[in-house]
């Protein structure tokens, strides 16, 4: 069966650090990968895709940035936080055929100071 | 783009039946996810509707009119572990199938 990780699970961090979020997915090849940032009171945002290794589309211009080095690794990362980069991030994966929900990893809870 | 709209609140009582709307305009759509998400949790999946109609699934069924951009989530017999938010997302129809999601319905069951 397939497992999607995420960490860490809660992260403290001043503002102008960097970050580095990190999700990995087993039992599954070749997954669509995303990162969505839910914010209190707020829907959940989609920030990023990818469709394959080294592919990366950005939906909203921020200063955070993916990667995704192997299949089924992907990566959030930031050079200086902001106050406004608080929420909750969610790493999720659907497998490329027929079917089309996304499964959800347990997020990351970020709060920056 | 999308704009889903849903209720941002409901409260229901235990063992009774709650219907929870949704209505989209899109510039495309592919289909239409219903997902529940517990305070503090991820968000599990439901179901999901691309055809017209009623899926069952059981205590849980979803409604789907694609010619009125509207779809509820049916629940019955609550359960006290029911309370918790339900999100509406709508599946374009672009090469990509991006999922744009509702802001949630926050569902508080009561005794």
């Known amino acids: 069966s397939q497992t999607i990780h995420q960490w860490p699970a809660t992260l403290v961090q001043p503002v102008g650090s960097p970050l580095s979020l990190e999700c990995t997915v087993e039992g599954t090849s070749n997954p669509n990968l995303y990162w969505y940032r839910q914010a209190a009171g707020r829907g959940l945002q989609l920030l990023f895709y990818s469709v394959g290794i080294g592919q990366i589309s950005s939906e909203v211009p921020q200063n955070l940035s993916a990667s995704r080095p192997q299949d089924r690794q992907f990566i959030l990362s930031s050079k200086k936080l902001l106050l406004s980069d608080s929420g909750f991030y969610l790493c999720?994966?659907?497998?490329?055929?027929?079917?089309?929900?996304?499964?959800f990893g347990p997020g990351t809870r970020l709060t920056v100071t | 783009g999308q704009n889903i709209d849903q209720p941002t609140e409901m409260t229901a009582t235990e063992g009774a039946i709650v219907q929870i709307n949704c209505t989209y305009q899109t510039s495309g759509f592919n289909g239409l996810f219903w997902y529940q998400q517990h305070a503090g949790e991820a968000p599990t999946f439901l179901s999901y509707n691309v055809l017209d109609g009623l899926e069952e699934k059981g205590r849980f069924s979803s409604f789907l009119s694609r010619s009125k951009g509207y779809s509820y989530l049916l629940l019955k017999e609550l359960q006290m572990k029911d309370s918790a938010s339900y999100l509406c997302?709508?599946?374009?129809?672009?090469?990509?199938?991006?999922?744009?999601f509702g802001i949630g319905t926050k569902l508080q069951v009561i005794p």
């Open positions: 997302a709508v599946r374009d129809s672009g090469g990509y199938q991006k999922v744009t």
């Open positions: 999720a994966w659907r497998s490329p055929g027929l079917t089309y929900e996304q499964y």
